[in-house]
């Protein structure tokens, strides 16, 4: 007997997106599926962060295919944005609002219910419990990304994007992160990630796509990249 195809949860098939000229990302496929993070790995420039955007809705494809659980990017976006939890890799908080009012925001935007405790608790996990009452007009660069972090998956989505959220944030934020992702996983949800960590990318994920020039060009296991033979290997791609 046959085992049936596991579908993926991420499905982007010849992904373009032109910005005027500039085509941001050139023909990236990639597949990505439940219980399971991975990584769009690249240095600066190579499209992640866009590839991202497409995924959580936020910026249409030039040309493509693209389905998020089940759904179709272009004509059910709002469908789309109810499944994703999306941290962005700029921007994305109110700079006269703290992290509480941003919680608490979320929380109705999204009708939970019995929210303060986890609030509470992703706070004091990302060391952000003492400021939870100060605006975040001064918060520093790694401060915003943790809270960028919490407010992604504060809500338990079933796919769970986050970019580049290890930029500036300390030790402490990054072990959280790891949870986060870890605690994703374990309740069946899809998590990607972008990153131009290599070490932290295997570290969170077990899948790693590495995009070049807005193209993907190779997927390989987390442990394919790990150690010095992994990063000879990944300097090889970027060349």
Same mark, same amino acid.
């Given at each position: 007997?046959?085992?049936?195809?596991?579908?993926?949860?991420?499905?982007?098939?010849?992904?373009?997106?032109?910005?005027?000229?500039?085509?941001?990302?050139?023909?990236?496929?990639?597949?990505?599926?439940?219980?399971?993070?991975?990584?769009?790995?690249?240095?600066?420039?190579?499209?992640?962060?866009?590839?991202?955007?497409?995924?959580?809705?936020?910026?249409?494809?030039?040309?493509?295919?693209?389905?998020?659980?089940?759904?179709?990017?272009?004509?059910?976006?709002?469908?789309?944005?109810?499944?994703?939890?999306?941290?962005?890799?700029?921007?994305?908080?109110?700079?006269?609002?703290?992290?509480?009012?941003?919680?608490?925001?979320?929380?109705?935007?999204?009708?939970?219910?019995?929210?303060?405790?986890? $609030?509470?608790?992703?706070?004091?996990?990302?060391?952000? @419990?003492?400021?939870?009452?100060? #605006? +975040? !007009? %001064?918060?520093?660069? &790694?401060?915003?990304?943790?809270?960028?972090?919490?407010?992604?998956?504060?809500?338990?989505?079933?796919?769970?994007?986050?970019?580049?959220?290890?930029?500036?944030?300390?030790?402490?934020?990054?072990?959280?992160?790891?949870?986060?992702?870890?605690?994703?996983?374990?309740?069946?949800?899809?998590?990607?990630?972008?990153?131009?960590?290599?070490?932290?990318?295997?570290? $969170?994920?077990?899948?790693?796509?590495?995009?070049?020039? @807005?193209?993907?060009?190779?997927? #390989? +296991? !987390? %442990?394919?990249?790990? &150690?010095?033979?992994?990063?000879?290997?990944?300097?090889?791609?970027?060349?």
């Amino acid at each position: 007997m046959i085992a049936p195809e596991i579908q993926p949860v991420i499905d982007v098939r010849g992904l373009h997106v032109r910005f005027g000229e500039v085509e941001a990302v050139a023909g990236v496929d990639l597949q990505a599926y439940a219980g399971q993070a991975s990584a769009l790995l690249g240095r600066n420039g190579a499209g992640k962060s866009t590839t991202m955007r497409v995924i959580a809705g936020v910026v249409p494809p030039s040309a493509g295919y693209v389905f998020v659980a089940g759904l179709d990017i272009t004509r059910q976006t709002l469908g789309v944005k109810h499944a994703v939890g999306y941290c962005p890799d700029v921007g994305g908080l109110i700079p006269r609002a703290t992290p509480w009012e941003h919680l608490q925001l979320a929380a109705r935007l999204r009708r939970m219910n019995d929210w303060e405790d986890r $609030a509470r608790d992703l706070l004091e996990r990302f060391e952000l @419990g003492d400021v939870a009452h100060r #605006v +975040t !007009a %001064g918060f520093s660069h &790694g401060m915003s990304r943790r809270l960028s972090v919490i407010l992604a998956a504060f809500h338990e989505p079933f796919v769970l994007l986050l970019d580049e959220p290890f930029d500036g944030v300390d030790p402490i934020g990054v072990e959280a992160t790891f949870d986060v992702i870890a605690d994703a996983r374990a309740r069946g949800a899809c998590v990607l990630v972008s990153t131009h960590l290599r070490e932290l990318a295997i570290e $969170a994920c077990n899948t790693v796509l590495v995009l070049r020039g @807005g193209e993907r060009v190779a997927t #390989v +296991t !987390a %442990g394919d990249m790990a &150690g010095e033979e992994g990063a000879r290997a990944y300097r090889a791609l970027l060349d």
